[in-house]
Protein backbone atom coordinates (compact mmCIF):
# COMPACT_ATOMS: atom_id res chain seq x y z
CA UNK A 1 0.00 0.00 0.00
CA UNK A 2 1.33 3.48 -1.11
CA UNK A 3 -1.28 5.69 -0.99
CA UNK A 4 -4.19 7.18 0.81
CA UNK A 5 -5.95 6.46 -2.10
CA UNK A 6 -5.10 2.99 -2.10
CA UNK A 7 -5.91 2.25 1.31
CA UNK A 8 -9.66 3.88 0.60
CA UNK A 9 -9.78 1.13 -2.47
CA UNK A 10 -9.32 -1.83 -0.16
CA UNK A 11 -11.41 -0.45 2.10
CA UNK A 12 -14.57 -0.16 -0.20
CA UNK A 13 -13.47 -3.43 -1.69
CA UNK A 14 -13.72 -4.97 1.86
CA UNK A 15 -17.15 -3.31 2.85
CA UNK A 16 -18.51 -4.44 -0.81
CA UNK A 17 -17.43 -8.11 0.17
CA UNK A 18 -19.41 -7.67 3.37
CA UNK A 19 -22.38 -6.51 2.19
CA UNK A 20 -22.89 -9.15 -0.32
CA UNK A 21 -21.79 -11.47 1.87
CA UNK A 22 -24.58 -10.28 4.28
CA UNK A 23 -27.85 -10.14 2.08
CA UNK A 24 -29.80 -12.73 2.91
CA UNK A 25 -28.31 -13.32 6.54
CA UNK A 26 -30.64 -12.78 10.18
CA UNK A 27 -28.13 -14.46 12.37
CA UNK A 28 -24.67 -13.77 12.30
CA UNK A 29 -22.56 -15.99 14.64
CA UNK A 30 -18.87 -15.62 15.72
CA UNK A 31 -16.71 -18.33 17.40
CA UNK A 32 -13.19 -17.24 19.01
CA UNK A 33 -10.51 -19.08 17.33
CA UNK A 34 -7.15 -17.46 19.21
CA UNK A 35 -4.58 -20.11 20.11
CA UNK A 36 -6.66 -20.27 23.94
CA UNK A 37 -10.03 -20.49 21.61
CA UNK A 38 -8.58 -23.31 19.84
CA UNK A 39 -6.62 -24.80 23.13
CA UNK A 40 -10.14 -24.98 24.94
CA UNK A 41 -11.88 -26.82 22.42
CA UNK A 42 -13.47 -23.77 19.72
CA UNK A 43 -12.59 -25.84 16.92
CA UNK A 44 -15.46 -28.99 18.23
CA UNK A 45 -17.80 -26.83 18.82
CA UNK A 46 -17.44 -24.41 15.58
CA UNK A 47 -17.85 -28.08 13.77
CA UNK A 48 -21.04 -28.41 16.02
CA UNK A 49 -22.33 -25.05 15.43
CA UNK A 50 -22.08 -26.23 11.93
CA UNK A 51 -22.99 -29.42 11.85
CA UNK A 52 -26.59 -28.55 14.01
CA UNK A 53 -27.49 -26.02 11.36
CA UNK A 54 -27.05 -28.30 8.61
CA UNK A 55 -28.99 -31.10 10.49
CA UNK A 56 -32.38 -28.61 11.46
CA UNK A 57 -31.75 -27.04 7.74
CA UNK A 58 -30.88 -23.58 9.17
CA UNK A 59 -29.74 -21.26 5.98
CA UNK A 60 -29.87 -17.62 7.01
CA UNK A 61 -26.72 -17.75 9.62
CA UNK A 62 -23.26 -16.55 8.53
CA UNK A 63 -20.65 -18.75 10.84
CA UNK A 64 -17.29 -16.86 10.96
CA UNK A 65 -14.54 -16.92 13.37
CA UNK A 66 -12.42 -14.17 15.26
CA UNK A 67 -9.61 -14.14 17.19
CA UNK A 68 -9.05 -14.06 21.13
CA UNK A 69 -11.21 -11.37 22.39
CA UNK A 70 -9.58 -10.73 25.57
CA UNK A 71 -11.92 -12.98 27.49
CA UNK A 72 -9.38 -16.04 27.73
CA UNK A 73 -10.84 -17.56 31.06
CA UNK A 74 -14.62 -17.58 29.09
CA UNK A 75 -13.44 -19.90 26.18
CA UNK A 76 -14.51 -21.81 24.18
CA UNK A 77 -16.67 -18.22 23.31
CA UNK A 78 -19.18 -17.41 20.78
CA UNK A 79 -21.00 -14.34 19.96
CA UNK A 80 -24.35 -14.61 18.60
CA UNK A 81 -26.27 -11.57 17.00
CA UNK A 82 -29.74 -11.85 15.01
CA UNK A 83 -30.16 -8.78 12.61
CA UNK A 84 -29.43 -5.55 14.49
CA UNK A 85 -29.83 -7.08 17.46
CA UNK A 86 -27.89 -6.96 20.63
CA UNK A 87 -24.48 -8.83 20.27
CA UNK A 88 -24.50 -11.60 23.07
CA UNK A 89 -21.42 -13.13 24.01
CA UNK A 90 -21.28 -16.99 25.71
CA UNK A 91 -18.47 -18.55 27.39
CA UNK A 92 -17.58 -22.17 28.27
CA UNK A 93 -19.34 -22.91 24.92
CA UNK A 94 -18.72 -26.43 24.65
CA UNK A 95 -19.71 -28.80 22.02
CA UNK A 96 -22.45 -29.91 23.91
CA UNK A 97 -24.20 -26.75 24.35
CA UNK A 98 -24.41 -25.96 20.72
CA UNK A 99 -27.93 -28.14 19.95
CA UNK A 100 -29.37 -26.30 22.76
CA UNK A 101 -27.67 -22.69 21.78
CA UNK A 102 -28.89 -23.21 17.83
CA UNK A 103 -32.68 -24.04 18.66
CA UNK A 104 -33.10 -21.31 21.59
CA UNK A 105 -30.94 -18.50 20.78
CA UNK A 106 -30.57 -18.83 16.71
CA UNK A 107 -33.64 -20.81 15.82
CA UNK A 108 -35.85 -19.16 18.75
CA UNK A 109 -34.96 -16.20 19.11
CA UNK A 110 -34.13 -15.94 22.80
CA UNK A 111 -30.71 -15.59 24.53
CA UNK A 112 -29.70 -18.22 26.94
CA UNK A 113 -29.11 -15.50 30.18
CA UNK A 114 -26.81 -18.29 32.22
CA UNK A 115 -25.08 -18.75 29.43
CA UNK A 116 -24.43 -15.28 28.47
CA UNK A 117 -21.03 -13.27 29.69
CA UNK A 118 -22.15 -10.32 28.12
CA UNK A 119 -24.64 -8.53 25.80
CA UNK A 120 -23.87 -4.98 23.86
CA UNK A 121 -25.92 -3.25 21.40
Given at each position: ?13 A ?6 S ?9 V?M??C ?5 A?D ?18 V ?31 A ?10 V??G?P????A??QT?
Amino acid sequence: MKSLEELQKIKERALERRRMSAEGVRVRVVVAMGTCGIAAGARDTMTAILGELEKQKVTDVAVTQTGCIGLCEYEPIVQVQIGEGDMVTYGKLGADRVPTLIEKHVVGGEPIAEWAIKQTA
